[in-house]
Every structure is written in C-alpha cells, then in structure tokens.
C-alpha cells in the first residue's frame, strides 16, 4: 500500500435542511470565502429545485471543495445531476436527516454498485 | 489462453466479494451516521428548548454579508494505490482557531518590520489598522459555538460534540464510498475483458 499525491486540505460543504447545516457548521466546516462565497445551503420548504440544483452545481465546480454533504431527501429532488456526476472529487455524499431516515435503495452509489 | 481466462475470474470473484463487503460497510456507515446525527439533533432541540426557538437556528450561522469565515475542519485527500486499485483516500483535518490567529498575527508582525524607521506615522496608522484586523480574525477564527452566545446550555455542547463524532463518520464513509467507486470501475473493466477473452477462444 502506497500513499502518494498530497493535496492541501479541502472544504465540506453541507446542502441539507435546518439542523444538518446548523449542526455540521457548529461541527466547523462553515466557511465564507474572500468572494463571500459560503460552502453551505440551508433548504427549507420555499427553496426551489432550480436553486438546490444551482448551488449544487456550484459546488462541484469550486476547487475547493473535496466532499459535500446532501441530505438525501434533498439529493432525491436533484438526482438527476447527482447520477451524472462522476468524479470522484468532490465526494458526494447523501447522508440522512432527522425527518428522513437513511434508505439504502436510493443511494446513488449501491444503485451504480448494484448494475 | 484458458489460463488468462481463469485469472480473470478469479479476481473477479475477490472483486464480488470485495464489493459486497463494501456495500454492507458502506449501509453500517450510513446507519451509524443517522444514530450520531439524531441524538446529536435532539441534543440541539433541547438547547433550542432553553435558549428559545430563534436562538439556535439558521439566522446565527454566517451569511454573505458577514465576515471572512475560516473553516475549522477540512479534508485532505490522497490517491491510495493498493492492490492494484487507485482510489481517493480522505482524512479529516482539525485547525486550532488560536492557531489561525497566531498564524495571521505573525503575518502581520513581519510585514510591519518590514517597513523602514523613517516611516514613524505611517507606522501608527498600520498599527490601529492591524488592531482592527486582528480583531475581524479573530472572529472568523473562533468555535462557532460561539455564535450561539457567550454563555450556551450543555446541550449545545454535546450536539457540538456529537457532530464532530458524525464528521469523523463521513470521512470513513467517503473512504469508503470511494474505494467502492473504483472497485466498480475495475470490475467493470475486467468483466469486459472476460467478454474479451471468451470470444476470441470461442
């Protein structure tokens, strides 16, 4: 076993409701950039897919970012882009939150695994 | 030829295996996650319950229009390559906020002596601006259990802690996720093969 290619430390960044981005921000992952660009989205029930997908899509673009949290409710609205993304870099991770607990058969990742 | 073909499957068996496991670490990991996650979030209604509802909730996080904020914990990654098998390998990394401040003031320490000694009122005026430089830094460099308040109830410290225990859980599942995510891949890859091989002994 070999480790090689050290890249500087990243971001996490969180889309998810309320008390996920409130609770990994206390966690310490926050961050506002110099641009004031922050690396979390706080979804409730007025925020629309379109802006979900947008700042998702921001997120994969930015650099910065190595891994990034939806919870999977909100992953389940824009499961379009999370099945065309395909990198390994970011890591996208669909966790669970405190209204939807996890369901193994609709992580993107098992349903790839499965085929 | 046959040789070649039994090779094949013979690591695409250990490949099955392999991936199978993953996907059972991969659920456990998930599960342990939404354990932490939802003690963790009572832990947060209870400090709700004593601070009041507006107190812990999204209107203290940062905004756009608040200053440069530091994260705390970050990742770092490597590229793992073991048995044959090149995945992504993340490790999560704690910054001291005293250590930031530090950092940042003795930054500023050498570019003030960089300046020279006829310089005496300009050297003032970067000293009160460096003051309230370090100030800001300060803030962006702080626990952010410190947006909650000065004084904050126990509870918001355990859910503190508790995500900080859910952190330590996604990078082992991102680890995971990744080695599962190449594991596809190779077998993909040496499935095809097979196809490969078999038609041209055919």
């Not at chain 2, 891949?185 to 078999?198: D, I, P, S, T």
Request: proline content about 3%; hydrophobic content about 35%.
């Amino acid at each position: 076993m070999a480790l090689h290619s050290a890249i500087k430390g990243k971001l996490v960044s969180v889309i998810g409701d309320e008390d996920t981005c409130v609770g990994f921000l206390l966690g310490g992952v926050g961050e506002i950039n110099k641009n004031r660009h922050p690396n979390f989205m706080v979804v409730d029930k007025n925020t629309s897919v379109s802006e979900i997908e947008e700042c998702f899509k921001r997120f994969v673009r930015r650099d910065d970012i190595d891994i990034i949290l939806i919870n999977q409710n909100v992953a389940e609205m824009i499961r379009h882009c999370i099945d065309s993304h395909l990198q390994p870099v970011p890591s996208i991770l669909e966790i669970p939150s405190k209204d939807h607990p996890y369901d193994p058969t609709k992580d993107s990742i098992l349903r790839r695994a499965k085929v | 030829m046959a040789s070649d073909i039994l090779d094949v499957c013979r690591e695409l068996d250990d490949l099955m295996i392999r991936l199978l496991e993953l996907m059972e670490e991969h659920i456990q990991c998930k599960l342990k996650l939404q354990d932490i996650m939802k003690s963790s979030c009572l832990d947060l209604a209870k400090a709700r319950y004593i601070m009041g509802t507006r107190n812990v909730s999204y209107l203290q996080l940062p905004t756009k229009e608040s200053a440069e904020i530091t994260a705390l914990r970050t990742v770092a990654s490597l590229v793992e390559t073991g048995k044959n098998l090149e995945h992504v390998v993340f490790k999560l990394c704690t910054v001291n906020p005293e250590h930031i401040a530090s950092e940042k003031q003795e930054e500023e320490g050498s570019l003030r002596n960089r300046r020279g000694k006829g310089e005496d009122k300009r050297k003032e005026q970067d000293d009160l601006s460096s003051k309230k430089c370090e100030g800001s830094e300060f803030v962006t460099a702080t626990d952010p259990i410190k947006w909650f308040g000065c004084l904050v109830p126990q509870n918001l410290r355990q859910a503190q802690k508790g995500f900080h225990a859910a952190l330590e859980v996604v990078i082992q599942s991102a680890n995971i996720q990744s080695e599962l995510e190449a594991t596809c891949k190779k077998f993909e890859k040496l499935f095809k093969l097979k196809a490969g091989l078999a038609a041209g002994k055919s």
